[in-house]
């Protein structure tokens, strides 16, 4: 069903024009995520989130270090700005900008993000010592870029949203989205289970819900937890996600300008998804 427009305001502003436009429902959002570490704000749009959360999840899968995301997600962010474009420089594509004359693998296998992701791990593992260099060391080692200098100055970003998407800064990441739900519940497991691993989970199809247990050491129940809780959120447009609860918080589509919000029966040992 089409929204009706029934009321439209224009304000005056410090010399500009703000509109906000009304409807039968309620005002559509700006639609962006933000990780918030220390004093670093990291603010990205809906596809960069998606991409630097799959970064993340395929690197905790392989249990490789926060500073491999870091790496990941600073070099994406200056190859392509963290988009899966299908274009670049001769025959680059893709996230990384990997090249099929190179070796990377074919366009549509390039253009695949989480092969892409895979391969740019790959080429990560083989540099000695990788966690301890310089990003731009680190980045050049596998990417033979032509600028290698200007992938630190994506480093701050970089390891906010690393630090927020592997889990170790709690609720630390949240997406400001407009109201989204009618996700399934298997395409949700299906694709957690294809980024993490699988995780022990049940599904209530007749809820629409989706709940996601954690077993261990409580320090790392909660980062995976939260790892897994800011991967939804990150994927909530894309997967139809309308509600994420975990450690005493909860998330909503509805409400999410408001963020993670406490909420004293969001367990400490399970994620929990609502579709609707």
Known sequence: MKLRWVLLVTVLVA???VVTVFTDRQPRRSEYCVARVGDTVAQVDVEQARWSSLMAALAQNRGLPPRATTIAIATAFQESKIRNIDYGDRDSVGLFQQRPSQGWGTVDQIM?????IGRFYDGLEKVDGYAS??????????QRSAFPGAYAQHEDYARALSSALRGYSPAAFTCQLNPVGGGNVRTVAADVDAAFGEIDHTSDEAQDELTFRFAGARADVRARGWALAHYLVANAEHLKVAAVSFDGRRWTAEDSPDGWVRDTGAGRDRVVASLR
């Open 112 to 116: 695949d993000p989480a092969y892409a």
């Open 15 to 17: 010399g500009g024009l």
């Open 133 to 142: 260099k310089r990003i731009t060391v680190a980045a050049q080692e596998v």
